[in-house]
């Protein structure tokens, strides 16, 4: 019970802070958090109300709702309307949320003098990485929008390099003590990131390790998970949460705190290594925790934030102060790790190119373990679980529906097959972003009937999901995140022995071979995706041949089991060499 009050007051404190300073933001992440099957039904039902006003709740519903179209048609309504200031202020904080920088700038001319403008003004220049530009809007301003600028403040002083500083406290470690700081983590999120870190666990585990993995401040509290415990044992491994009745306001007093705390469980648990993931600021929390307790740590390298944070906007972003910044930092985190550990050869060049040496550069690819290692289910059987159609063709994908995913191509791309193959069906497993969107996409194409969207699903489900389909498509966009990450999703496709289709990128390129385990199309090429799929879905001995080759690549080449020996070998070395730099 005493946890659970601390957990109202800090989602408290958490909704206070952001519904006197962002309120549209939060309503968009509260929205974004509700189960889809209610708040997309709701969002459609307010958007027919009243089709064309410029309400903010009109213009949330729309954009919860997935109507880019929509919201664009009420933007110029306000446009043409002459709406007064306080109005056009709103709409543009709507804007700036919806990632329609172009409107922004509109309305918040109309806009004007607002007392609440230069907020609004701030928030559009942090969206374009202008940190100190939004910042300086609010200089001189009181009340909320003096509150907004001690925060942007003080995420400007992390991105410039400020640390968490800590005294001193050198422990005994225990051998074969192995301490994770993750951003999030199962039961609470099921994403890749999180289903990664768990297999790592588990796998060190059995590698005869012992391990403890801590969350970020605040997780899952902040996701919404009120009665969020202090301790979960999952599948045996444990996770700490460091879950205090209040979080500093500022972003670098939430690190310092996050890192006395960690500090503190480290201290009890006594690792002899210390192992966190991107981003940069939990390196800065690892790094210094590592340096008070005297033990080597690890840096794991699995995406490259600040060209996620840039995919989402023009090329201009990658020359902004924030791109720059956040660059610099990553930079600096991967040179001060006694190990960095990345997904691939494409983002080890990338490692090495920032003159990261090759030799402190580990590659511990996204794997299997568990069920995908059992012989796979034959279509049939996985499609009578999942209540399917035994004799339809299926296609499709298991994955987070985000933008560079380029889902939108394969909708595309499904709908030029639909007339050629009346038995073809579209399956999408997963949820996000760009969900309402795809989902707008199908139906003006009248293809609703014969695409299935699964929303979010248990790992066991997923599974069943890739043994049901006939081919699983990978259509990402060609961009500098996709270029060099490696997903999982595909990996785990290969060892359900399903041949994979998938944009021909450089990290994709690390898993698929082309014309041996599934086939590379030219990414944002619909007509040529339609093609290939095309070649296989007429050939079921070529994709039986393909699922074949796939899966015994994958059992070759990629399993959990491999990494954490992999991982055992590197820590061992790590602690003996720290022992003897120490001496």
Known sequence: MIQFLRNVRLTAGTISEHITEAPFVLVLQFLRKLPPGFTRPVARFLSRLSPSSGRPLFLLASLAAGQEAGLIRRFETLQASGVEAEPARKAAEVAVAAGQPQWADTLLRMAGSS????????????????????????????????????????????????????????????????????????????????????????????????????????????????TARKRDIVDGVRYERILPGRIASTMDGRLQQQASALLTIARGFRPSIIHTTTHFVNGLVAREVANALEVPWVYEVRGQLADTWASSRDEAARSSERYELFSARESDVMHTADLVVTLGESMKKNIAAIGVPEDKILISPNAVGGAYLTTPLDHGVARQALGLEPDDLYIGTVSSLVGYEGLDDLVTAFALLAPRLPKLKLVLVGDGTAAPGLKDQVQRLGLSDRTIFTGRVRPEQARLFHLALDVFVVPRKNSAVTQAVTPLKPVEALASARPVVASDLDALREIVQDGVNGRMTKAEDPERLAEVLLELLEDEGMRRRMGIAGREYVLATRTWQANAQAYGQAYETLASNYRRRVR
């Open 115 to 226: 007392t609440r403008t230069p907020a609004a003004v701030a928030r559009r220049r942090w969206y374009d990485g202008d940190m100190s530009g939004a910042i300086a809007v609010l200089q001189g301003r009181t009340g909320s929008m003096e509150k907004q600028r001690r925060r942007l403040e003080s995420e400007l002083k992390v991105f410039s390099g400020w640390s968490p500083a800590l005294p001193a406290a050198p422990v005994e470690a225990e051998p074969r003590r192995v301490l994770h700081l993750l951003t999030n983590s199962v039961p609470h999120t099921g994403s890749g990131y999180a289903r990664r870190a768990h297999s790592i666990l588990i796998a060190q585990q059995e590698a005869g390790w012992e391990t403890l993995a801590a969350t970020r401040l605040g997780y899952p509290v902040q996701i919404g998970a009120l």
